[in-house]
């Protein structure tokens, strides 16, 4: 069975840092991970999705990396703003029917 | 951007209530689900679609129902509510793909409370 794993599952930060948000999972045999993002109360914004053929994916200062062999992804944020506070959940795609596994998240807060 | 929308955003019934959550998308997208999400817990798969017709449980055992008459609609109804069902329910279509690796949106959720 396909488990998900975030660490760290709090970080502060102060405004401006460079920072790495972790995922590792099970089973290697994904079809894809997408990156979310999640404010207090709300649903899910769509961040970064990384085909289970593809190393890598860039939306303007976020980087996402896939090493399926070692069950690993990583979520680098540059230049971080308060506007970047919010949960950040990991989810990985196995199964005909398209259905995501979840991480718990990993709650940021940058400081201005 | 995603056009999926839930309805309502906010509920507070009382037990025994019948409720129904309303999903809809405009992205013409076959495959739909439903998650549960407690405070702080990760999402769990409680409902999905393939299409019109198609409905099946999800991994997370739950005393919801869903139906699929359109394709642009998809809403999960509680019989009678209970304070156990307390708990924020998101809605989720998918951009279709080969092998299930499409783009997963997600509309903004609906949160429920029963007391």
């Known amino acids: 069975k396909q488990e998900v794993t975030q660490i760290p599952a709090a970080l502060s930060v102060p405004e401006g840092e460079n920072l790495v948000l972790n995922c590792s999972f099970t089973d290697s045999a994904i079809y894809n991970l997408q990156w979310f993002r999640q404010d207090p109360g709300k649903g899910l914004t769509s961040l970064l999705l990384?085909?289970?053929?593809?190393r890598e994916q860039t939306s303007g200062r976020l980087n996402a990396s896939l090493d399926k062999s070692s069950g690993r992804s990583t979520l680098y944020i540059a230049a971080s703003q308060p506007g970047d506070s919010a949960t950040y959940l990991c989810a990985v795609g196995g199964g005909s029917q398209g259905n995501l596994i979840f991480g718990k998240g990993t709650k940021l807060s940058v400081k201005p | 951007e995603a056009d999926i929308y839930q309805t309502p955003r906010y509920l507070v019934i009382g037990t025994g209530k019948k409720i129904t959550l309303e999903c809809s998308q405009t992205?013409?997208?076959?495959?739909m689900y439903w998650y549960q999400q407690d405070p702080g817990m990760e999402l769990h798969l409680i409902h999905y679609s393939y299409g019109v017709n198609s409905t099946e449980k999800g991994d997370l055992s739950s005393e919801s129902t869903v139906s699929r008459i359109r394709t642009e609609h998809f809403p999960l109804t509680l019989e009678s509510a209970r304070p156990s069902h307390t708990s924020q329910y998101l809605c989720?279509?998918?951009?279709?793909?080969?092998?299930?690796?499409?783009?997963?949106?997600f509309g903004e959720g609906s949160r429920l409370t029963v007391l």
């Open positions: 992205m013409g997208h076959d495959k």
């Open positions: 990384i085909q289970s053929s593809q």
């Open positions: 989720a279509s998918r951009s279709p793909a080969t092998g299930g690796s499409g783009e997963l949106f």
